[in-house]
């Protein structure tokens, strides 16, 4: 389907707005280049996060100027039509009709840019510019800089300010508007069905990767362009490693299974983990523990809701899984005797969640000033505590090797939160429903 491109015209005239109430400049935001994979072979594109929230262009080679002044002005830089090119590598928009299909001002060709920074540049009193993630920019910029600077006995100035445009758009991303929030329920419902799917599929003796293929198979068919990060689908001791990606192990009757999954949707994000019985039924301690980590997020999403401080949730969850340790037999002692001394960090050592958008850990401060950041409504946010229990001397034998995280994605609304991976299986009983069905 077209697409609409007003969100991304509302959000540049944002930022423009942004800039000159900061007292005006030229913004520069780049798309990310291609990356050879080995030889002459690229890996999959993916656009720049920041390029593409204000433009909704796609293609590589590709940079965007914003100029705050009197007149604003949007002004795309790309690749020129090739015909030659497209028979290889496939369309492209060109200037003239980029600059119509996607509302800018001006498009030009992305080889006058380097000659067009150093007009761009002159007499403006700031640079809005990313320093320091990409070295060839900052290096490119600061060329084009230099020859404005060379020009001062001509009367022209260079600008004397550089300013981090990502802070600025940072700001405007933790804060997601109707356009985003359609595309991550769309997200969310596919990764939904993939985790019912690779429910279904899952069985003692199987692979990991053959789960992972189910995954990837639902992504695509429901028009998902790719997973949202490599996919973590980890069976028994594999659980209590966090970030295990290999995939690549026999699933073993009596192992519990965590798929931590989701696929990106048009740029956006969706962040699912479920853990279940491999063959179907939890055992007792598998069931206790599970129970546990449920009982810990239904803490923390009762404390996501405008007004409260990003770290609320965090310390409910922190206080339901530290108490249950010690209910468990896991941990000796107090709740307070073990949230000081940190001592659930044995079984506990992550956040309870992150900002979720266009990347899976999405922009945005957590802190302002140095106290924790407050919730407002169109906030996007995962929830995600876990319990992670490896053999070790004083831990019972019969929880060794339990390694469980329940992750769903939460919308900040006016008077709450929505969650809205909410047809994702999470309850014992309903995830044993889905896995009868095999």
Known sequence: MPLDIAPFQARRTRLLQTMQAAGGGVAIIPTAPERIRNRDTHYGYRFDS????????????AVLVLVAGDTPRSILFCRTKDMEREIWDGYRFGPEAAQEAFGFDEARPIAELDAQLALLFANQPAIFHS??????WDTRITDALNQVRAQARTGCHAPSQLRDVRSLIDEMRLIKDVSEIVTMRRAAEISAGAHRRAMRAA???????????EL??????????????????????????LHYVENDCRMQDGDLLLIDAGCELDGYASDITRTFPVNGRFSGPQKAAYELVLAAQAAAIAEIRPGADWNAGHDAAT????????????????????????????FYMHRTGHWL?????????YKIAGNWRPLVAGNMLTVEPGCYIRPA????????NIGIRIE????????????????TPKSVADIEAVMAER
């Open 131 to 136: 320093v320091g993630y990409e070295p060839a």
């Open 50 to 61: 920041y390029f593409y929230y204000l433009t909704g262009f796609r293609e590589p080679d």
């Open 319 to 346: 206080r339901v899984l530290a108490q249950g340790f010690i209910d468990l037999g896991l941990l000796e002692g107090s709740l307070d005797g073990a949230l000081e001394s940190g001592s659930y960090r044995q």
């Open 203 to 213: 069985r003692p003796n199987a692979w990991e990767y053959e789960v992972e293929a």
């Open 408 to 423: 769903d994605d939460a919308l900040v609304t006016d008077s709450g939160c929505d969650i809205i991976t909410i047809a």
């Open 216 to 241: 990837i198979h639902e992504f695509r068919r429901h028009g998902s362009q790719a997973p949202a990060y490599g996919s973590i689908v980890a069976s028994g001791a594999n659980a209590c490693v």
């Open 357 to 365: 958008g266009l990347d899976v850990h999405d922009a945005g401060e």
């Open 393 to 400: 001397d004083g831990v019972p034998e019969a929880f060794w």
